[in-house]
């Protein structure tokens, strides 16, 4: 079964830069202003790097 990506925007803080845009390696997240980040699934490899990063486990890998 393949894993897909979510955002749990509850858990975001949406008042700062996401830190974990950055360590996307495909750039797959994106950000609008302080907004929770997007998954454009099309680029997304499912690697887990950014749900690893994400300090308030607001992006999970299931």
Known sequence: MEKNLKVIVEN???N???PAVS???VGALSQKEFEAPTIDETKCIRCGKCSNFCPKKALVLR
Do not use: E, G, L
Request: overall charge positive.
């Open 16 to 18: 700062h830069k996401c």
């Open 12 to 14: 975001c803080p949406q």
């Open 23 to 25: 360590f996307c390696p």
